[in-house]
């Protein structure tokens, strides 16, 4: 604290994380902003490595990779690590080659400071269903990036290690908060399809749908087993399939055999995400 290049802001109440980033932004003076959560770790060169990145002035943001810092702890934290690193390198890694990553991740974010000025007050009066938003800042922020005419990018080198959710109770509700998150601002997005790339429409459709069509899959097949006494094996295996080729496709490009073991995530998601 008694570093003069640095200035601590001490807010009198707790007003969420939306309007503590807006406060620090419009305090802020330099060209380029990090966003940074209280519980991740950065690697000593994601400063310099982000901020590369950002020297293409077309650019508007840009995420690092993120790592479970407590990855060993129990069966879970290793399940989200492995999650962390495809949604990283498979999700955002392929909307980075049209310049335009869809969210750009709270614990390790850069954003352009001269673009964010000119969006805080969108930002700040957000609403859904005539009601203030309180979350999913991270997402609406990209998005509002994106519609700005800027470019999202991911820079896979620069390392943020962050605490996940080692209990079930956690994760499913901040699974809940992320889900609600990428359904409502997909609202925002489909105006913007139109202008980016069409694999970024098939992505976000594709997003928004999977988990509803997986949803009546398992529904259907409840309802057969429930009224015929038979398994339908067709949809078990067809989700059994596509889990085993996903989890060694990642096993491949990462070239740790622990991916493998990531085929036990689709029955946290058939039997307690989706419901």
């Not at 269903?129 to 609406?140: A, M, Y």
């Amino acid at each position: 604290a008694g570093d003069p290049r640095f200035s601590f802001i001490l807010l009198e109440k707790n007003v969420g994380k939306r309007k503590a980033q807006i406060v620090a932004i419009r305090r802020s003076s330099g060209d380029l902003v990090l966003n940074v959560d209280s519980d991740t770790i950065l690697a000593s060169d994601v400063v310099a490595k982000l901020a590369l990145k950002m020297q293409d002035p077309a650019v508007g943001a840009a995420m690092g990779q993120l790592a479970a810092s407590n990855r060993s702890d129990t069966w879970l934290t290793r399940l989200i690590d492995m999650e962390y690193w495809l949604a990283c390198n498979e999700e955002r890694a392929a909307q980075a080659r049209f310049g335009a990553v869809m969210c750009c991740c709270g614990p390790c974010a850069m954003y352009r400071r001269s673009a964010l000025v000119l969006l805080l007050d969108q930002y700040e009066t957000q609403l859904f269903r005539g009601k203030p938003s309180d979350f999913g800042e991270d997402r609406h922020l990209t998005i509002l990036m994106l519609k700005a005419g800027l470019r999202t990018e991911y820079v896979p080198d620069a390392i943020a290690a962050t605490i996940v959710p080692d209990r079930l109770g956690p994760y499913l509700r901040q699974q809940l908060r992320w889900a609600r998150s990428t359904f409502r601002d997909t609202l925002l997005a489909l105006r913007l399809l139109p202008s980016l790339d069409r694999y970024l429409t098939l992505d976000v459709v594709g997003q928004n749908l999977g988990p509803l069509l997986l949803a009546l899959s398992v529904l259907a097949g409840l309802a057969q087993f429930a009224l015929k006494g038979t398994v339908p094996w067709s949809a078990v295996l067809m989700i059994a399939s596509m889990t085993i080729i996903r989890c060694s496709v990642a096993a491949f490009r990462a070239r740790q055999l622990r991916f493998l073991g990531f085929s036990l995530h689709p029955f946290i998601n058939v039997f307690l995400l989706l419901p």
